[in-house]
């Protein structure tokens, strides 16, 4: 079992730079793939960027490719979301989730385990 707790949000200035930690507990990170999802009410949970347990691949939602990076740790347990030229439409609140190896893909049900969100704010 996997317990995300995610941290970094926050206010920003459109144009600014934001970066996400996930910190996971569990002896089973390293065989987890991580990803981040943003939801703004009203809307359905999406998918922003999924790297996998070797942090040999990664994938990521057209609108953040390009200005978002995904990185992962292994040996500390934590996964990082790269915000870079923020923009009012990345306003959300962002959430960590893990999956089991292949099968976490693009979309929420795939994965298992999920933290409580931290809100990320764009100001224009």
């Known amino acids: 079992q996997v317990q995300p707790v995610e941290s970094g949000g926050g206010l920003v200035q459109a144009g600014g730079s934001l970066r996400l930690s996930c910190a996971a507990s569990?002896?089973?990170?390293?065989?987890?793939?991580m990803g981040w999802f943003r939801q703004v009410p009203g809307k359905e949970r999406e998918f922003v960027a999924r790297?996998?347990?070797?942090?040999?691949?990664?994938a990521y939602a057209d609108s953040v490719k390009g200005r978002f990076t995904i990185s992962r740790v292994n040996a500390k347990n934590t996964v990082y979301l790269q915000m870079n030229s923020l923009k009012s439409e990345d306003t959300a609140v962002y959430y960590c989730?893990?999956?089991?190896?292949?099968?976490?893909?693009?979309?929420?049900?795939?994965?298992?385990?999920w933290g409580q969100g931290t809100q990320v704010t764009v100001s224009s």
């Open positions: 989730a893990a999956g089991e190896g292949l099968r976490a893909g693009l979309t929420p049900i795939t994965y298992s385990y």
């Open positions: 569990g002896r089973t990170f390293s065989s987890h793939t």
């Open positions: 790297i996998w347990w070797s942090g040999g691949l990664t």
